[in-house]
Every structure is written in C-alpha cells, then in structure tokens.
C-alpha cells in the first residue's frame, strides 16, 4: 500500500496516514501479534510481514486432501474445517485450490456414524492436558454399554477413526477407546501415574498395527511382494536379509526391491499379533512368518479358517 494513495483515498495527509501506520504497528506489539507494518523501498509502498509461518497453495492443498481421505468427519463437520483451512488464504489461492477439491466434496462419502467430533475431541484434549480422570459412557463393538474410569493419556487417529488412549486402574494397562462410542464423559478427579508409566504416543504408533494392542513381539518374516510397503506399514520394520530366487541368503542387506524373483527378509517389533497378522494375510502368498512361532500357528489356523468357507 502507498502512503501518498491512501491518504488520497481518505483525504488526510501522508503524516496522518504514518502516525496511523505507526500506531498499528504499537498494537500489533501490545496484543502479542506475529506482524509488522514494514517500508519496501522497491515497492515504493508499505506492506504488512509476519515471522510466523502462513499456510501456502500446495501446505492447504495436502491438508484438505488428507482431510478428504481420511473420511473421519461428517459432511457439516468436513465443509467447515475446509472452509476454514481455505479462509486462511487469499482469494486467489482459494480460487486455485477449489476446483482441485470440489469433485471429491461433492461425493464425499463421511462415516456410518454421523456424529460430531471436534468438539468431544477438543474437550477430552484438554483432560488430557490437564491430567483429569473421567468417567465414561462407551459402546463396545457388539453395543453393549459399559461405564469406565480411565486417565486419558493421548489422542491418535488411524484408519478411519480416533481413539481415547487411556490408562484404566481396573486393567492396569493403556486402553484404546473410539471416540465415536463414548456416549457420554464427565471429570471425576485424579488418577496418578509415575513418569515411567506416561504413555508415548510416538513409540505407540511405531509398533501398533490396526490399532489393536498386545504384548510386544518381535516379528520375522519371508517377503516376496513391494518392500517399500512393507517398510511403510510398519515403522519398526528392517531388511536383515536378501534372498536370491532359490532361497539362497545373499550379501546385500539394504532396502531395494530384489530383481529376478528374488525376496527379503524383514524384522519389526510390534504391538500384539492381532492387527499385524490382518495385514500379513491381506500379502497372500507374497509373505511367510517365520516368528514367533504363537503367530505362525495362529496364520495357519486362520488360512484353513478362511479355505473352509469356500468349500
């Protein structure tokens, strides 16, 4: 903006127009805002900078696009959150990135659920914060009802859904809670829980598959499919091996994808034999567990579970 245009446009003088300009900037100071009214000598013109990151075109695009994805809110809940991430942008960024997103709006298909979650999510975040005990509500999946009193610990979301991660006394252990099937929470008081104990969500994604908890095992098996899916979807995984065509261990230890019918080795430590053997079974005959061995009996009695149907 030029001083001289401004003052034009509002009929006072240039002096007028920098005390005002002088002004803002004092409460932009006063409020603890990230912004300053700053002379460009290239420009011939003043403009308003920040030291805080503004969203881009391409940083909403993929929020948006993850947003849509994920499925996780219903269709109110989605418009609004999109609008918002949206208003964060100019007009002309906005224009960019509506006709990239509006197809898959329009059949935006949210979950059987319907409910509203932003602000139960808000909430039971701040118990989490605040370390307060609650009571709650919750269907388990054949929707039976059962009360609990758990500390919630943190929040995290995996395919489709978000989940409570709470630490139940009665358990003694960090349960997963949907939070779609909490019906109803309220604070009840304090539970407490030694520094050692605290949950940490970070190591808890690395080593949980389909959010179905366990004990921790260390997981081996014989990879002929995608390596670098196998790596993705579980964190924890490492190439420790490869294998020519006939079986043979060869030298080479790295992450490549093998040539020639050739396959890999691969280790993880996860949560639980539950969730991982889902997706080891969804690889077919491109996977062969070679441990523990409680898993690989479990895969068998399940292969001849599923071949039973079919006869």
């Known amino acids: 903006m030029n001083k001289n245009d401004l003052?034009?446009?509002?009929?006072?003088?240039?002096?007028?127009i920098q005390r005002d300009l002088s002004q803002i900037n004092l409460t932009f100071e006063d409020i603890c805002l990230p912004y300053r009214i700053e002379y460009e000598r290239n420009n011939f013109g003043y403009?308003?900078?920040?030291?805080?990151?503004?969203?881009?075109?391409?940083?909403?695009?993929?929020l948006i696009k993850i947003l849509l994805a994920s499925r996780a809110l219903n269709r109110l809940e989605l418009t609004n959150t999109v609008d918002g991430l949206l208003n964060l942008a100019n007009s002309q960024i906005r224009d960019e990135v509506?006709?990239?997103?509006?197809?898959?709006?329009?059949?935006?298909?949210?979950?059987?659920?319907?409910?509203?979650?932003?602000d139960k999510i808000w909430t039971l975040s701040k118990y989490i914060t605040q370390k307060k005990a609650i009571e709650i509500k919750y269907h388990r999946q054949h929707s039976e009802m059962v009360i609990r009193d758990v500390l919630p610990q943190a929040l995290?979301?995996?395919?489709?859904?978000?989940?409570?991660?709470?630490?139940?006394?009665?358990?003694?252990?960090?349960?997963?809670?949907?939070?779609?099937?909490i019906e109803d929470y309220h604070v009840t008081g304090k539970i407490d829980l030694t520094y050692k104990d605290r949950f940490e969500e970070g190591k808890f994604r690395q080593k949980i598959q389909f959010m179905y908890p366990g004990k921790l095992i260390h997981l081996k098996f014989h990879f002929w499919g995608i390596v670098e899916a196998a790596l993705d979807r579980i964190p924890t995984a490492k190439v420790v091996a490869h294998c020519d065509a006939n079986g043979s261990l060869l030298s080479?230890?790295?992450?490549?994808?093998?040539?020639?019918?050739?396959?890999?080795?691969?280790?993880?430590?996860?949560?639980?034999?539950?969730g991982v053997m889902m997706w080891l079974l969804s690889q077919g005959q491109n996977v062969k567990v070679l441990a523990p061995e409680s898993l690989v009996t479990n895969i068998k009695k399940e292969a001849q579970s599923?071949?039973?149907?079919?006869?």
């Not at 403009?47 to 993929?62: F, G, P, Y």
């Not at 197809?103 to 298909?109: A, D, G, S, V």
Request: charged letters at 20%.
């Open 156 to 181: 995290i979301f995996s395919e489709y859904y978000f989940y409570l991660v709470s630490y139940n006394p009665d358990y003694k252990d960090n349960l997963l809670y949907r939070i779609d099937r």
């Open 7 to 16: 003052a034009h446009e509002y009929n006072v003088t240039p002096r007028a």
């Open 98 to 118: 509506r006709p990239l997103i509006q197809n898959e709006i329009f059949n935006y298909t949210p979950l059987h659920h319907q409910q509203d979650l932003l």
């Open 47 to 62: 403009r308003m900078h920040s030291d805080q990151h503004i969203l881009n075109t391409q940083e909403i695009l993929v």
């Open 306 to 311: 599923i071949l039973q149907q079919y006869e």
């Open 252 to 274: 080479d230890h790295s992450s490549k994808q093998p040539q020639n019918g050739g396959s890999v080795i691969i280790e993880a430590d996860t949560f639980g034999e539950r």
